[in-house]
């Protein structure tokens, strides 16, 4: 403490001038090690793994004000593209991982889909959840609504429409819409749930909006038969080549009470929000972060 007083005084500044010049490069070392940190979580609780993570940290180390990397993955013989976007701060030079985008091919390149998922506080669907998305199925997620308070819904894509940036339309099923899949899920006479281990690890697949397999018992019919859930049916059931399987067929009725006060639910661009309509379903605002002009990378 004297010396730095004394060191202080022999440079004809104050202690704390002199504070603020000794530890200012540390704490802005500190501060850049936190942030290459977080975006690194984030890219691995998302899906993407370590390697792209490696690849971010080499265009942060060259300060690319913007820069773009590229990955991919391949589920049920799927091919899925991802476009992970980040950019820098001009005011504190922090770098972000603002949004991504996920691009399903098709059997023909003009059925590919894609949409553009925006980041919260490195939080969104991840890499797997963005696939089911686009395959068309339902994922139950705990989001943030426009006042950073947490809620859960079950969303998919209205894949059958584009706003006008090429963007579908997230729909939402809040939980106080009625449909609680486990309810669902105990109506109907699937083996593996009689072990309870297992029938948590197949609710938790199919909130996640994987295609599940599972073996279902009638007593009349015993059957293997892939299940997603569906909060305007109840289940959605498929046979082992994936014909879609009439509910009435197996002797089941999934019939559940709606919340009628609580109606369908839109948000635009990826970006989902929680927000009671009294009137038709309509697309939400946006409120996207603005993107600055900067020189962009792109990065395979």
């Known amino acids: 403490m004297i010396k730095a007083i004394v060191t202080a005084i022999d ?38 793994g ?28 799927k091919r899925i593209e991802y476009d992970l976007h980040f950019s820098q701060s001009e005011k504190t ?18 059925n590919d ?18 696939f089911n998305l686009l395959e068309g199925r339902y994922v139950y997620k705990e ?18 429409n584009t706003n006008e940036k090429g963007n579908h339309r997230i729909i ?31 609710i938790r697949s199919l909130n996640r909006g994987n295609l599940q397999n599972v073996t279902i018992d009638t007593g009349d019919h015993l059957g293997n038969y892939y299940i997603t859930p569906d909060p305007v049916k109840g289940l959605n059931i ?17 019939r559940f009470k709606r919340n009628v006060g609580e109606t369908e639910k839109q948000t635009s661009e990826g970006k989902v929000k929680s927000e009671k309509q009294s009137a038709a379903p309509k697309e939400a605002e946006n409120t996207g972060q603005k993107q600055e002009n900067k020189p962009k990378m792109k990065a395979s």
């Open 11 to 48: 440079q004809r500044k104050t202690y704390s001038e002199w504070l603020a010049i000794e530890y200012e490069p540390k704490n802005q070392l500190i501060m850049q090690e936190e942030n290459v940190e977080f975006l690194k979580n984030s890219i691995k609780y998302l899906g993407f």
């Open 50 to 77: 370590e390697k792209i993570g490696e690849e971010m940290v080499s265009k942060m180390e060259a300060h690319y004000a913007e820069f773009i990397l590229q990955t991919s993955n391949i589920y049920n013989d």
């Open 93 to 110: 030079g922090m770098y972000f991982f603002n949004r991504y985008e996920a691009r399903l091919e098709g059997d023909d390149p003009k």
């Open 113 to 130: 889909q894609k949409q553009l998922f925006y980041i919260q506080k490195g939080k969104n669907f991840t890499a797997k959840e963005a």
């Open 143 to 160: 989001m943030l609504n426009k006042a950073g308070e947490k809620y859960k819904a079950h969303f998919r894509l209205d894949l059958g």
């Open 172 to 202: 939402s099923y809040s939980s106080a819409y009625g449909y609680k899949l486990e309810d669902t899920l105990a109506k109907v006479p699937i083996r593996e749930m009689k072990d309870p281990k297992i029938a948590e690890d197949i």
């Open 238 to 254: 498929f046979d082992e080549k994936f014909r879609p399987v009439e509910h009435k067929n197996l002797g089941l009725d999934l």
